[in-house]
């Protein structure tokens, strides 16, 4: 080379040799393994993860460049190597589909729902308080449930939940529990789903929804409680109330969302806000049919055994309540995920 190419390839060297380390250590340290690369995620003081797409782009322009100016071996191997590394960590093959669904459920829908935290302490206001409310309130005057309900359909709650009949499975009579799984999969499935969708006529559906629930479950709950079949209904629901109620605010905080784009779309097309909160809505919703999923099933096999004893329901139960609360707060609280998973794929 020239003299001239030599000082032109020492100043690009020089400009560009810190932020080439800085790659180098970074697929050094957290490239190879994926699994220790998560385990030391905190620890991590280089190169930010969320950094290192643009970091390899400017690294391709900068071989592409070096050979075009006919650089020296040294040069041009570093970054061909260098750029043969990242490519092969950025773009090989995907994950199992298995394995981003699991790592979807447990880290990206949690961080959805958080994302959406100002809609979804608002589905949770309109259906719990109207829930609670309903239940006090026929504490105090019972007479309200026959405001709410057929006087056939009281009768029903109180046979279902009849305390004199300790053998009889709770909830329901001698239906195979398979065939109930089904039934509460659908059942659940489709309140989720008008919860969610009631939110394109610009969130008032959702709305109506949410409190709709609310008062119909603390109006069944209120009048069991005051009729003196509280215990066998609080031993039924303790089990899956965690999951399916959680997951029929989470799917109205959604549904609050899509109707939050209509009537707000911002500097957006409302075209366009619309399809950006349906596609969040549709994400959102994937991780509640899961829950109802997983709600039907504790429901049916495990809700209506009435011989189990009630602190053991209660205690199940409890933990079900800390697991969906402990999952929603922690799942997928790391800010280096988005570009793990991108890596990672």
């Not at 998560?38 to 690294?59: F, I, K, N, T």
């Not at 773009?91 to 979807?104: H, K, T, V």
């Not at 449930?145 to 109180?158: D, G, I, K, M």
Request: with cysteine.
């Amino acid at each position: 080379m020239s003299q001239v190419s030599v000082v032109k390839q020492e100043r690009f060297v020089e400009r560009h040799q810190a932020e080439w380390n800085q790659l180098e250590a970074w697929l050094d340290a957290r490239g190879d393994s994926a699994k220790r690369a998560r385990a030391d995620r905190r620890s991590w003081q280089g190169l930010p993860d969320y950094e290192v797409p643009a970091r390899y782009r400017r690294l391709c322009q900068q071989l592409a460049l070096a050979r075009r100016r006919g650089y020296s071996a040294a040069v041009t191997d570093r970054l061909q190597d260098l750029m043969q590394r990242g490519h092969g960590l950025l773009y090989r093959a995907p994950r199992p589909r298995w394995r981003r669904a699991l790592e979807f459920l447990f880290a990206g829908f949690p961080r959805l729902v958080r994302a959406e935290r100002g809609c979804m302490a608002a589905a949770a206001a309109l259906f719990w308080l109207p829930l609670i409310t309903m239940f006090v309130a026929i504490q105090i005057q019972p007479e309200l449930a026959s405001a709410l309900f057929p006087p056939e359909q009281l009768a029903e709650f109180e046979h279902m939940y009849d305390p004199n009949s300790p053998l009889q499975k709770l909830g329901r009579g001698a239906e195979t529990d398979l065939a109930m799984f089904g039934y509460y999969i659908l059942n659940n499935v489709s309140i989720g789903f008008r919860t969610f969708a009631s939110g394109f006529l610009f969130g008032l559906g959702s709305i109506a929804v949410l409190i709709m629930n609310g008062v119909v479950i603390g109006g069944v709950a209120g009048h069991l409680q005051a009729v003196g079949h509280g215990d066998p209904f609080w031993r039924f629901v303790a089990g899956h109330s965690a999951p399916e109620l959680t997951a029929i605010w989470i799917a109205g905080g959604a549904g609050l969302r899509l109707g939050l784009n209509l009537v707000a779309p911002g500097q957006r097309r409302r075209i366009d806000a619309l399809i950006e909160g349906g596609k969040r809505g549709a994400k959102i919703c994937v991780g509640v049919l899961a829950m109802l999923v997983f709600a039907a099933f504790v429901e049916a096999f495990w809700s209506s055994i009435a011989t189990i004893p009630a602190a053991v329901k209660y205690g199940v139960g409890a933990l079900l309540w800390a697991a969906v609360g402990g999952w929603l707060w922690f799942g997928g609280r790391n800010q280096n995920v988005a570009i793990e998973d991108r890596v990672e794929s």
